[in-house]
């Protein structure tokens, strides 16, 4: 009879970081934030109106620049429809989000950015940027914001 071989022992699992296995408190209440965006698909005025009571939230160095970015583009491109993104100001065209802000405080960096999604037209050659870092909003960064906006608009 041939002699059984005793069970292998695996060696014990690595210890992990508690962040590295789940979401952050904060990607949490994006993510509902998300999920109740979808069930209320607000249209219009009511979209409108949950921006500006986001924008009413932030700190008082986000809201400044997030006031000031949503009037630059209701300004500039006023086919951009305000919507809500995960909890952000977010504007859209044709349903399809373009372009968001994100406040630092949402996810406690250092530094606000405005974002651009895949339906936004920025491509240039093989890589380009679609997020970048705003400290604050001065007219300098506001031209550059009109430019991509357009751009990104086609």
Known sequence: ????KAPRKSA????R???SKTFSADEKSAMRERAREQRA???GAEAEEEVLAKIA???KADRAIAERLHALIKASAPSLAPRTWYGMPAYAKDGRL???FQPAQKF???YATIGFSDNAKLDEGAMWPVSYALKELTAAEEKQIRALIKRALG
Request: with cysteine.
């Open 1 to 4: 009879m041939a002699k059984s």
């Open 12 to 15: 014990p699992p690595a210890k």
């Open 17 to 19: 970081d508690a962040k």
């Open 41 to 43: 698909a607000a249209s």
């Open 57 to 59: 939230e932030m700190t």
């Open 98 to 100: 373009v372009c968001h």
């Open 108 to 110: 406690k960096t250092r």
